[in-house]
């Protein structure tokens, strides 16, 4: 396969593979992110620019890797504010000792995440 410039535009199936994720992901996004706007070709094709590319990336990148939610990723993106984390109740017990195993945990959602990327 011959490896396109930077400048070139990518179709849906290129990005979809390039960030390992379903071409109806992609469309979703275009709904919920405002600033991404792919050109449209006849047909409803789809073709992003360098500039859609970075986008995505950093969409996918907020998503998958720092653990943002939708909503919170738009925000980030439209106003760069990052969310605050919700209070913690001072009473409120702190799990620890052989009950609460935080590797464990990690690792159940490692897979977990692994699993909803390969599906």
Known sequence: ??????DAFRTIGEMAQILGVRTHILRY????????????????RRLYRPDD????????????SEGYTVKGARRFLETGDVPAPAPVAA???????????LSALRAIRDRLASALAAA
């Open 91 to 101: 009473s409120a017990p702190v799990a620890t000792g052989p009950q609460f195993d």
């Open 1 to 6: 396969m011959v490896e396109k410039s930077a």
């Open 29 to 44: 996004w275009e709904e919920q992110f405002p600033m991404l706007k792919p050109l449209t070709r006849a047909g409803g």
């Open 53 to 64: 590319v970075a986008l995505l990336h950093t969409i996918h990148r907020l998503l998958y």
